[in-house]
């Protein structure tokens, strides 16, 4: 099967994250962590470590991440496009999301084949 992806996905290890969602319906916004478990520089893959909040399958978030390795520290924008079980969530990047910061934290992870 032939892989439609512009960017190649890289496995994260120890890429702890700070998700938030935005509610287009509530002035609430709901908070979760998570943990990466692999990314590119158009995406994410995100395990949370609850369930996602039902009706966020289309939310916009936030995305505090903090890598075990760099220490560098990044908050990322996008919106949930994929919801691969009640626990994982596949978030494209936002435009402008884009930052040298994803770039640097891409050469610490490993390529997925």
């Given at each position: 099967m032939m892989e439609k992806r512009q960017f190649p996905?890289?496995?994260?290890q120890g890429l702890?994250?700070?998700?938030?969602?935005?509610q287009s319906n509530s002035a609430e916004n709901v908070v979760v962590q998570?943990?990466?478990?692999?990314?590119?520089l158009a995406g994410i893959k995100i395990?949370?470590?609850?369930?996602?909040?039902?009706?966020?399958?289309?939310?916009?978030?936030?995305?505090?991440?903090?890598?075990?390795h760099s220490k560098v520290?990044?908050?990322i924008n996008g919106i949930i496009r994929h919801r691969h079980t009640a626990w994982e969530c596949g978030v494209q990047f936002t435009q402008g999301s884009l930052i040298p910061?994803?770039?640097?934290?891409?050469?610490?992870c490993t390529k997925v084949k």
């Open positions: 996905r890289f496995e994260t702890h994250a700070v998700v938030t969602f935005y998570g943990e990466v478990l692999d990314m590119s395990k949370l470590a609850s369930a996602l909040p039902a009706g966020m399958h289309d939310s916009k978030i936030k995305i505090a991440l903090s890598s075990s520290p990044m908050q910061e994803v770039d640097e934290l891409l050469f610490e």
